[in-house]
């Protein structure tokens, strides 16, 4: 893997928060799920910049479900953290809550998201990044699920390879 010193989930774990305005609305009134997915880009981003201690880019959205809308007014609370570390990449898991402005209710989950992310040089090129360690038996669960997500994310992208280099030799 890497000979760099591990770090424990709770390093890089992070919550950004924002209260979505009428600017964040579509046509139905509720907040776009664009909005949504930009503030888990930038939540997870930032989790994965501190994991890796520099730049790292959105490699894929490995999944992204929306639960709830999200209305003008709510407070959105984006909670990251690093799932599990490869030689240069990092899965991010991220939970999205909304508390509703005018109800004294708890916030309620209204999507969650997981994204690769690959730490960068300063040439764009892939470098190295420091093992997660999971500090939790939930943290052990999610570092398990997520190489179950990587094992399925390869073998799809070896299995739609196949199939197009077999089209092309039909071609």
Known sequence: MT?????????SRTTLS???????????????GGVIMKLVDDAAGAVAGRHSGGPAVTAS???????????????VHVHAQVNWTGRTSMEIGV????????????????ATAYLVFTAVD???KPRPVPPVIPENDRD????????????????????????????????
Do not use: C
């Open 61 to 75: 959205m490995d999944e992204m479900v929306f639960l709830e809308p999200v209305r003008v007014g709510d407070l």
């Open 18 to 32: 924002h209260i979505m305005s009428p600017n964040d609305v579509n046509l139905l009134g509720t907040v776009h």
């Open 122 to 124: 300063e040439n764009g």
């Open 3 to 11: 000979d760099l010193p591990g770090k424990p989930t709770a390093a």
């Open 95 to 110: 939970k999205v809550l909304a508390e509703r402005w005018n109800e004294s209710r708890p916030a309620s989950r209204v």
């Open 140 to 171: 052990r669960g999610r570092y398990q699920e997520a190489q179950i997500r990587r094992t399925h994310r390869l073998a799809r992208r070896r299995e739609i390879q196949e199939l197009r280099d077999r089209a092309q030799e039909r071609a």
